[in-house]
């Protein structure tokens, strides 16, 4: 169960601050063990990667992080070599300030694309911040949003352990491979190589499940630390607790999209691969026509069966499928069933809307997570730059 208020573990602190990328608001956010922790991380596959994925993707292969150290507003994509000397200069005065060796600092930058990033800001901003590391990880989280509308960190026990995840949206979400800019830390004893194993399968089904616009960012980036102070962690356990907090993360950032009013829950059952069913789910979630279907409580539940029929590479009897919204049985057979509209209104109307397909074709099933699609998203996206 998520503790009612997040804390950070043992021997990890934060602290953010406002260094003038922003006219206000906190930009800038730094994370910090008390000794060498253990690290794993996935990062983004999208073809145009950020300087700080770059690097990122060069450090984590030692497996031992001592910081983080992260900036909104400016992501530090398409800079060439100037936005990778930036992100070396980031680590480096990230490392003067707490005492670390730089290549033991990750660097994330998040924020608009091919802006050169304004380091010195960053660099004057990182002096001092040690005196204000403190243990409350929504502090952390402030320094990282850009259009989330609230701070995001969460915590859980396991076992002796304790986990928590800090997390930033709202859009530009469709992640492969790993999530906008998350990262976890706990005291619990694990190997590197135990923590990309774990962190790995805990992305697949949460992370990589969700969609609030179909768009992969360049800057996305999922790490975890573990120090070690909580003693030897019991993996399985371990696993089962990373898995609901990713999960619970994973609502709270799609529920916190770009303009969205509610929660998109997309079960699929009954598939014959898994493949199928990751497929069949996140057509459906992605699907334009079903996001406005749920934004305006609309029983248009044909665009329920386009979406699962646009999936032409995996194979399925359309006679065999069924789908219910909140419990309300809209496909029989592959057909519209014979429901009632104002039930199905209502039904659409809450928060969440979930959505259970049965393909009838099999043992396998996945979950993925959305978010309704508004005026609100184009109103956002119409003035990124400007915001």
Known sequence: MLHERPRLPVGFRCASRNCGLKRQGKDLSLFVSDRDAAAAAVFTRNRFPGAPVLRGRAIVRAGVLRAIVVNSKVSNVGTGARGLEDADRMAVAAGAELGVAPERVLVASTGVIGVPLPIEKIEAGLRGMAAELGDDPLTGAEG??????????????????????????????????????????????????????????????????????????????????????????????????????????????????????????????????????????????????????????????GRILMAVGKCVDVDFDPVRVHARINGVPVVRDGLHADFDDAAVRAALAGDPVEIEIEIGDGPAGATAYGCDLSEGYITENAAYTSS
């Open 144 to 301: 990282m949003m850009t259009t989330d509308t609230y701070a995001k960190a969460m915590s859980i026990d396991a076992g002796a352990a304790t986990i928590t995840i800090v997390a930033k949206g709202a859009g530009m979400i469709a992640p492969n491979m790993a999530t906008m800019l998350s990262y976890m830390f706990t005291d619990a004893e694990l190997s590197a190589s135990e923590l990309d194993t774990l962190l790995r399968d805990a992305v697949r089904d949460s992370f990589n499940m969700l969609s609030i616009d179909t768009d992969t960012s360049t800057s996305d980036m999922c790490a975890i630390l573990a120090n070690g102070h909580a003693g030897r962690a019991d993996p399985g356990v371990f696993a089962g607790a990373l898995r609901a907090l990713c999960v619970a993360m994973v609502e709270a950032l799609a529920r916190d999209g770009e303009g969205a009013t509610k929660l998109l829950r997309v079960r699929v059952r009954g598939a014959s691969g898994d493949a199928g069913a990751r497929r069949v789910a996140r057509a459906v979630v992605d699907s334009p026509l079903v996001k406005t279907m749920a934004h305006g409580a609309d029983p248009n539940v």
